[in-house]
């Protein structure tokens, strides 16, 4: 995806919503987008090829506002607030057909919110994390959890805080990662296992301090209020790219950052003259772009190595809620209430 080129990428379609999208998910092979919608609990499927939208679920579950693909096209895992659902079925998951729009099976086991699914790329494994602070992993075979681990402990006794915890795969699928803050904002702990041998318990622990975070922001912002507030800033997510050597963390603030998937250290910051807005942002899917929600909902294409501005694109009224990278085509998906496809 070459952001350099002039008059590239640009709009090749919009697909209408009623309410703000709260996650995008592209099915693997690209061919299609799943948007869900929190505020209708709306579910709607993009013909990623053709630029419409093929089909549009409402659901009767609280908030749709979590969606995965999983490895079959016609199959999704859709996750909501539920608050309204009795008790046994509330923090659940549905694997939804889309074929004939039956809920094949429902995963419970999480007494919090899930704020996070990330699927195995190579198998129907799928980890979850929960305000529980507790990460399961689950087989779309079975309903009940394969297991479930704690968030990260600090060897140093330190006591956590009450962030939520976030797991991710990597683009093997044979190492994933958990973060999680500790108490009084001190910073994060990153935690990486081997899918294969989790019981073992992770093979690398890894601690980002606040100060380090604040020190990298403030070559970025000039004020020390600023830098001070972003750094302080809940993370809403964490991904791998997809060399397996950085991770791409996002807050609920107007910041985002790259960190040495090695040792934890912050390599690139992203922010937007210190905007308060949550920040959107996500990888291409070369790896060799950071692609951020931005003013006036333009979407920002940054260098993922150098930090080096090489794009702004505009073509959004509302602010950018959700950000997506087409893994097999020159495509992206950007999302306010309506949902654009920028091509090249």
């Not at 919009?14 to 703000?20: A, F």
Request: aromatic share 6%; proline share 3%; net charge negative.
């Amino acid at each position: 995806m070459n952001f350099t080129q002039q008059g590239l990428p640009k709009v090749g379609t919009v697909i209408k919503g009623k309410s703000p999208v709260s996650c995008l998910s592209y099915h693997e092979q690209g061919t299609h987008l799943y948007v869900a919608s929190k505020a209708d609990s709306t579910l709607r499927v993009v013909d990623c090829q053709h630029g419409v939208s093929e089909i549009a679920l409402k659901f009767d579950i609280d908030g749709i506002n979590l969606v995965e693909a999983t490895h079959h096209n016609q199959c999704l895992l859709i996750g909501g607030d539920n608050g309204m659902q009795p008790v046994g079925e509330r923090n659940s998951l549905c694997y939804l057909s889309l074929h004939d729009n039956k809920i094949l099976r429902q995963f419970r086991g999480h007494s919090g919110d899930i704020n996070d699914i990330s699927m195995s790329p190579v198998d129907d494994s799928f980890l979850t994390c929960s305000s529980d602070k507790t990460m399961k992993l689950w087989d779309l075979k079975q309903a009940g959890p394969v297991a479930e681990m704690t968030t990260p402990k600090s060897g140093s006794g330190m006591t956590l805080g009450d962030g939520a915890p976030h797991a991710s795969y990597d683009s093997t699928g044979l190492v994933f990662g958990v973060t999680a803050p500790l108490d009084q904002g001190a910073g994060h702990l990153i935690h990486l296992y081997d899918a294969r041998q989790y019981g073992n318990g992770a093979f690398a622990e890894l601690k980002l301090e606040r100060s380090s975070i604040i020190k990298a922001i403030q070559q970025k912002v000039s004020s020390p209020h600023i830098a001070e507030e972003l750094g302080s800033a809940e993370w809403s997510g964490m991904k791998f790219n997809k060399s397996g050597k950085g991770l791409l963390v996002t807050t609920k603030k107007g910041i985002a950052f790259m960190l040495d998937g090695y040792d934890g250290s912050v390599t690139n910051v992203f922010t937007v003259n210190g905007s308060s807005e949550p920040m959107a942002a996500c990888l291409s899917s070369d790896d060799k772009s950071v692609l951020c929600s931005g003013e006036h909902g333009a979407v920002i294409a940054y260098d993922s190595g150098t930090g080096v501005l090489l794009k702004k694109l505009e073509g959004k009224t509302g602010h950018v809620g959700c950000i997506a990278s087409n893994p097999k085509f020159a495509q992206i998906a950007s999302s306010c209430t309506d949902t654009a496809l920028w091509l090249w």
